[in-house]
């Protein structure tokens, strides 16, 4: 586990805490269509108003581009953070620095809570800027960072703020990292790696850095189409990734040469086209009709990776394994699930996924809140499944390495 300092050891009574937040929530028509972000950040809002602080949070929301547009207010976020936080009035504040920020900040008394606007309205936010960074120090007495799924972004409220005031991890940030490290750096063996989605090009890293990590690895979806491929199978008219065979065939070379066991799709469903209620045939993967399109692993794949699940100890899961939004196509990644699930539920594996996919595919298996943990994090989560250090992490380590010098 990453060393640094969190919420619990840090004394707020009375103080002005400046809370990174990430409120960057689906929101459709003015209503927040997913708030599992909000409700994963209230306990953090809630410790905080009990140990007295006057509590500040921020946010990005969209990528507006550095100046203030109105589609992209955090106004319609306070009705949803009021309710996630048991009714407790938030009060808004239309500017996120400046003499708007102040007056709203210097309102508030202990146990008090106010969101700012939009950090993205103001360019210094992306840049990194340390200008922009004072100006939101100035509101604040410490810095919490509660704010993981943002942490891959070096901006100045996750960067440059934490480096100005006392810092410390959120409880949903320390959440995070100690299931992302449970189930990855110090995981109990076997540790399976369940990888889908679209396109190998995208998590070339990924797969290199959990190739050296797992021992089993399997993979479904589309980018299971471009390993097939690669390896001489007839893959129809599926999408694949013609012009990666060669780094296909180098991922498989590296993942025998470390004797990783690697499960690719046996069998497969296909149909002539991806629509909903499609007429549908499971074939051996060497035997896919060349007019037809692969769309989900087969029964038999789906018995062979639960086989792998019901023998791993640890599971990590990022993608789904077919085209999951597109009934039937849903069925292998649905099965997968509620065997992950199953397992879990009766203390057996040690279970966490993220992605943005991948959690509306586990929710829309029902089994959404039944893994040992579902990160809140989309890109940020498939940095970390990169090896890469994440700013936000790094920042926070630094605090802690800083308050160890005082
Ligand atoms: C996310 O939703 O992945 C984070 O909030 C980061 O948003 P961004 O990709 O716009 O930086
Ligand atoms: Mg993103």
Redesign the pocket.
């Known amino acids: 586990m990453p060393n640094f300092p969190t919420l619990n050891a840090m004394d707020v009574r009375d103080k002005r805490v400046l809370l990174r937040a ?1 409120l ?1 929530v689906p929101v459709k028509d003015g209503f927040v269509t997913d708030a599992t972000r909000i409700e994963r950040l209230a306990p953090t809002i809630t410790a905080l108003i009990d140990k007295g602080a006057k509590v500040i949070v921020m946010s ?1 929301f ?2 507006p581009k550095g100046k203030p547009d109105p589609d992209f207010s955090l106004q319609p976020l306070v009705e949803p953070l009021r309710k996630a936080i048991g009714g407790r009035e938030v009060v808004f504040a239309t500017d996120c620095i400046g003499e708007e920020a102040k007056r709203v900040v210097g309102g508030l008394r202990p146990g008090q809570v106010a969101l700012l606007e939009n950090l993205r309205f103001h360019k210094g936010e992306e840049e990194n800027s340390p200008d922009f960074a004072r100006a939101l120090a100035e509101l604040g007495e410490v810095y919490v960072d509660d ?1 993981f ?2 942490a ?2 070096a901006h100045a409220s996750i960067d440059a703020l934490a480096r100005l005031l006392p810092a410390a991890a959120g409880k949903l940030m320390e959440a995070e990292l100690a299931a992302l490290t449970a189930a990855l750096d110090t995981p109990k063996r076997p540790l399976l790696a369940l990888i889908g989605g679209a396109k190998v090009s995208t998590k070339l890293e990924l797969l290199r850095f959990l190739i050296g990590k797992v021992d089993v690895l399997a993979i479904g979806g589309a980018m299971a189409n471009t390993l097939l491929m690669a390896e001489g199978r007839g893959v129809g008219r599926s999408l694949c990734e013609h012009d990666m065979a060669e780094t296909a065939r180098q991922l498989l070379a590296l993942a025998r040469e470390r004797n990783r066991r690697v499960i690719l799709p046996e069998d497969a469903v296909v149909a002539s086209e991806l629509v909903s209620g499609a007429a549908t045939r499971e074939v051996a993967v060497d035997a896919v009709p060349s007019d037809a399109m692969i769309l989900d692993i087969g029964s038999k794949t789906v018995a062979r990776i639960g086989m792998a699940l019901d023998e791993a100890r640890s599971l990590v899961w990022n993608g789904p394994l077919g085209a999951f939004e597109t009934p039937p196509f849903d069925r292998g990644t649905v099965a997968v699930a509620k065997k992950a699930a199953d397992l879990t539920r009766a203390g057996k594996l040690l279970s966490v996924a993220g992605g ?1 996919d991948t959690v509306a595919a586990l929710a829309a298996a029902g089994v959404g809140d039944e893994l040992s943990y579902v990160s809140t ?4 989560f498939l940095e970390w499944l990169e090896g890469r250090e994440l700013p936000g992490v790094a920042a926070l380590m630094a605090a802690q390495a800083q308050g160890a010098r005082k």
Do not use: E, I, P
């Open positions: 990430d960057n990005h969209g990528r704010a799924s943002a891959h972004r943005g994090a989309g890109g940020a």
